[in-house]
Protein backbone atom coordinates (compact mmCIF):
# COMPACT_ATOMS: atom_id res chain seq x y z
CA UNK A 1 0.00 0.00 0.00
CA UNK A 2 1.22 3.61 -0.65
CA UNK A 3 2.75 4.98 1.65
CA UNK A 4 2.42 2.13 4.33
CA UNK A 5 -1.49 3.03 4.80
CA UNK A 6 -2.34 1.66 8.11
CA UNK A 7 0.88 -0.18 9.15
CA UNK A 8 3.11 2.96 10.30
CA UNK A 9 2.76 6.56 10.58
CA UNK A 10 4.30 9.46 12.59
CA UNK A 11 3.88 9.83 16.44
CA UNK A 12 1.92 13.11 15.41
CA UNK A 13 -1.18 11.20 14.91
CA UNK A 14 -1.02 9.25 18.05
CA UNK A 15 -0.33 12.70 20.22
CA UNK A 16 -4.05 13.38 18.85
CA UNK A 17 -5.23 11.20 21.05
CA UNK A 18 -5.65 8.38 18.04
CA UNK A 19 -4.15 4.85 18.53
CA UNK A 20 -3.02 2.01 16.08
CA UNK A 21 -6.38 0.25 15.98
CA UNK A 22 -7.66 3.86 14.23
CA UNK A 23 -4.44 3.91 12.10
CA UNK A 24 -5.48 0.75 10.88
CA UNK A 25 -9.31 1.45 10.59
CA UNK A 26 -8.65 4.86 8.70
CA UNK A 27 -5.31 3.74 7.06
CA UNK A 28 -3.42 6.03 7.75
CA UNK A 29 0.75 6.22 7.03
CA UNK A 30 3.57 8.25 6.44
CA UNK A 31 5.31 10.09 3.77
CA UNK A 32 8.89 10.74 5.10
CA UNK A 33 10.04 13.22 2.20
CA UNK A 34 7.20 15.40 2.92
CA UNK A 35 7.20 14.69 6.83
CA UNK A 36 3.64 14.41 6.56
CA UNK A 37 1.16 11.56 7.89
CA UNK A 38 -0.97 10.43 5.14
CA UNK A 39 -4.59 10.31 4.83
CA UNK A 40 -6.51 7.95 1.86
CA UNK A 41 -9.84 10.14 0.70
CA UNK A 42 -12.48 7.64 -0.87
CA UNK A 43 -15.62 7.63 -2.87
CA UNK A 44 -19.17 6.65 -1.61
CA UNK A 45 -18.67 3.25 -3.24
CA UNK A 46 -15.18 2.54 -1.59
CA UNK A 47 -13.38 3.63 -4.53
CA UNK A 48 -9.52 5.62 -3.68
CA UNK A 49 -9.79 9.01 -5.10
CA UNK A 50 -6.56 10.32 -3.22
CA UNK A 51 -4.40 11.27 -0.62
CA UNK A 52 -3.92 14.30 1.68
CA UNK A 53 -1.15 14.87 3.84
CA UNK A 54 -1.09 16.92 7.09
CA UNK A 55 1.98 18.03 8.12
CA UNK A 56 3.44 16.87 11.84
CA UNK A 57 4.16 21.01 12.99
CA UNK A 58 1.25 23.78 13.25
CA UNK A 59 1.15 26.10 10.88
CA UNK A 60 0.60 28.68 13.10
CA UNK A 61 1.63 29.56 16.72
CA UNK A 62 -0.98 29.93 19.66
CA UNK A 63 -0.58 33.79 19.18
CA UNK A 64 -2.15 33.28 15.74
CA UNK A 65 1.51 33.76 14.20
CA UNK A 66 2.97 31.98 11.34
CA UNK A 67 5.62 29.40 13.03
CA UNK A 68 8.92 29.82 11.67
CA UNK A 69 10.14 25.96 12.38
CA UNK A 70 7.04 25.37 10.27
CA UNK A 71 8.27 27.66 7.41
CA UNK A 72 11.81 25.68 7.87
CA UNK A 73 10.08 22.74 7.06
CA UNK A 74 7.11 23.28 4.58
CA UNK A 75 8.16 27.02 3.41
CA UNK A 76 4.67 28.11 1.65
CA UNK A 77 3.19 24.33 1.74
CA UNK A 78 -0.11 24.58 3.20
CA UNK A 79 -0.78 22.68 6.69
CA UNK A 80 -2.53 20.04 4.38
CA UNK A 81 -1.27 18.90 1.27
CA UNK A 82 -3.03 17.53 -1.80
CA UNK A 83 -1.39 14.55 -3.77
CA UNK A 84 -2.15 14.52 -7.45
CA UNK A 85 -5.10 17.12 -7.73
CA UNK A 86 -7.96 14.77 -5.32
CA UNK A 87 -10.94 16.81 -6.68
CA UNK A 88 -12.03 17.40 -2.89
CA UNK A 89 -15.06 19.36 -4.11
CA UNK A 90 -16.43 15.92 -5.55
CA UNK A 91 -15.77 14.44 -2.00
CA UNK A 92 -17.36 14.25 1.68
CA UNK A 93 -14.85 12.59 3.40
CA UNK A 94 -16.33 8.98 5.45
CA UNK A 95 -19.12 8.72 3.00
CA UNK A 96 -17.81 5.45 1.84
CA UNK A 97 -18.11 3.73 5.32
CA UNK A 98 -21.42 5.88 6.25
CA UNK A 99 -24.07 3.44 7.56
CA UNK A 100 -26.18 2.74 5.32
CA UNK A 101 -29.86 3.43 6.65
CA UNK A 102 -28.93 6.25 8.61
CA UNK A 103 -31.06 9.62 7.63
CA UNK A 104 -28.80 11.66 9.78
CA UNK A 105 -25.68 12.57 8.74
CA UNK A 106 -23.30 15.15 10.85
CA UNK A 107 -21.05 17.11 8.59
CA UNK A 108 -18.02 18.51 9.89
CA UNK A 109 -14.53 20.02 8.88
CA UNK A 110 -11.18 17.84 8.35
CA UNK A 111 -10.06 14.76 7.98
CA UNK A 112 -8.84 14.17 11.80
CA UNK A 113 -12.27 16.08 12.89
CA UNK A 114 -14.44 13.06 11.46
CA UNK A 115 -12.22 10.74 12.23
CA UNK A 116 -12.22 11.47 16.40
CA UNK A 117 -16.25 11.73 15.79
CA UNK A 118 -15.78 8.59 14.25
CA UNK A 119 -13.83 7.10 16.98
CA UNK A 120 -16.52 8.52 19.86
CA UNK A 121 -19.62 6.47 17.95
CA UNK A 122 -20.53 9.35 15.45
CA UNK A 123 -20.24 6.84 12.16
CA UNK A 124 -22.32 9.06 10.66
CA UNK A 125 -20.32 11.89 10.28
CA UNK A 126 -18.62 13.24 7.27
CA UNK A 127 -16.59 16.00 6.32
CA UNK A 128 -15.80 18.50 4.25
CA UNK A 129 -12.29 18.94 3.12
CA UNK A 130 -12.34 22.40 3.43
CA UNK A 131 -14.55 24.85 5.45
CA UNK A 132 -17.46 24.44 3.22
CA UNK A 133 -19.93 22.45 0.76
CA UNK A 134 -18.68 22.98 -2.57
CA UNK A 135 -20.60 24.35 -5.81
CA UNK A 136 -19.02 23.75 -9.20
CA UNK A 137 -18.79 26.03 -11.89
CA UNK A 138 -22.02 24.43 -13.33
CA UNK A 139 -24.11 24.79 -10.32
CA UNK A 140 -24.00 21.56 -9.77
CA UNK A 141 -23.18 20.05 -6.15
CA UNK A 142 -21.45 16.18 -6.17
CA UNK A 143 -21.41 16.58 -2.49
CA UNK A 144 -25.20 17.35 -2.54
CA UNK A 145 -25.70 14.69 -4.18
CA UNK A 146 -24.08 12.14 -2.38
CA UNK A 147 -26.25 13.22 0.62
CA UNK A 148 -28.73 12.14 -1.46
CA UNK A 149 -27.21 9.07 -2.58
CA UNK A 150 -26.46 8.02 1.12
CA UNK A 151 -30.24 8.34 1.88
CA UNK A 152 -29.93 11.61 4.21
CA UNK A 153 -32.84 13.26 5.04
CA UNK A 154 -30.90 15.58 7.95
CA UNK A 155 -28.02 17.09 8.36
CA UNK A 156 -26.74 18.37 11.24
CA UNK A 157 -23.81 21.15 10.54
CA UNK A 158 -20.96 20.91 12.85
CA UNK A 159 -18.11 23.35 11.09
CA UNK A 160 -15.51 24.59 13.29
CA UNK A 161 -15.97 27.40 15.21
CA UNK A 162 -14.01 30.20 13.80
CA UNK A 163 -14.91 32.91 11.05
CA UNK A 164 -14.19 30.27 7.96
CA UNK A 165 -16.83 27.91 9.67
CA UNK A 166 -19.27 30.32 10.36
CA UNK A 167 -18.99 31.13 6.68
CA UNK A 168 -19.42 27.88 5.28
CA UNK A 169 -21.95 27.13 7.93
CA UNK A 170 -24.02 29.82 6.24
CA UNK A 171 -23.32 28.75 2.90
CA UNK A 172 -23.94 24.74 3.48
CA UNK A 173 -27.57 25.82 4.81
CA UNK A 174 -28.05 27.93 1.60
CA UNK A 175 -26.95 24.65 -0.51
CA UNK A 176 -28.71 22.11 1.52
CA UNK A 177 -32.12 23.88 2.99
CA UNK A 178 -34.53 22.89 -0.12
CA UNK A 179 -33.42 19.65 -0.03
CA UNK A 180 -32.70 18.22 3.89
CA UNK A 181 -33.67 19.32 6.90
CA UNK A 182 -30.79 21.64 8.01
CA UNK A 183 -30.00 22.08 11.78
CA UNK A 184 -27.09 23.84 13.24
CA UNK A 185 -24.74 22.29 16.18
CA UNK A 186 -22.94 24.44 18.71
CA UNK A 187 -19.46 24.11 20.38
CA UNK A 188 -19.10 24.27 23.95
CA UNK A 189 -17.17 27.75 25.22
CA UNK A 190 -13.51 27.75 24.68
CA UNK A 191 -14.08 24.98 21.74
CA UNK A 192 -13.18 25.79 17.96
CA UNK A 193 -13.41 21.88 16.60
CA UNK A 194 -13.98 18.08 18.36
CA UNK A 195 -10.12 17.41 18.99
CA UNK A 196 -9.50 20.96 21.30
CA UNK A 197 -6.30 22.73 21.53
CA UNK A 198 -3.67 23.68 24.16
CA UNK A 199 -6.37 24.46 26.81
CA UNK A 200 -8.97 22.49 25.97
CA UNK A 201 -8.53 18.46 25.78
CA UNK A 202 -10.30 16.56 22.87
CA UNK A 203 -14.33 16.39 23.19
CA UNK A 204 -15.30 13.50 24.75
CA UNK A 205 -18.45 11.10 23.64
CA UNK A 206 -20.72 12.90 26.16
CA UNK A 207 -20.07 16.44 24.93
CA UNK A 208 -20.37 15.85 21.62
CA UNK A 209 -23.80 14.18 22.07
CA UNK A 210 -25.13 16.99 23.73
CA UNK A 211 -24.01 19.44 21.07
CA UNK A 212 -26.03 17.48 18.47
CA UNK A 213 -28.82 16.23 20.71
CA UNK A 214 -29.62 20.17 20.99
CA UNK A 215 -28.69 21.52 17.55
CA UNK A 216 -31.08 23.81 16.81
CA UNK A 217 -32.90 25.06 13.15
CA UNK A 218 -30.22 27.10 11.27
CA UNK A 219 -30.25 30.68 12.47
CA UNK A 220 -32.32 30.37 15.50
CA UNK A 221 -31.15 31.88 18.52
CA UNK A 222 -32.10 31.46 22.35
CA UNK A 223 -35.34 33.14 23.95
CA UNK A 224 -33.96 35.17 26.69
CA UNK A 225 -35.91 34.49 30.00
CA UNK A 226 -37.78 37.62 31.20
Not at 22 to 27: S, T
Not at 88 to 109: C, K, M, Q
Not at 140 to 148: A, F, M, T, V, Y
Request: aromatic share 10%.
Amino acid sequence: APFRSGKETHQYFFDRGFDENDMEIHKIGWDRTRKRITIPMFHADGTLSGFSGRAVLEQKLPSGKLSQNYMKHYGEEPKYYLYDNVPIGELLYGSHNFPRGNDTAILVEGLLDRMWMYKQGFENTMATIIAKVTILRDGSSPQKDILHQLGVKKVILFLDNDEAGNVGRKLAYELLKDDFIVLDAKYPEGYKDVLGDEENPPMSAKMIKKCIDTAKPFGAKKLRRI
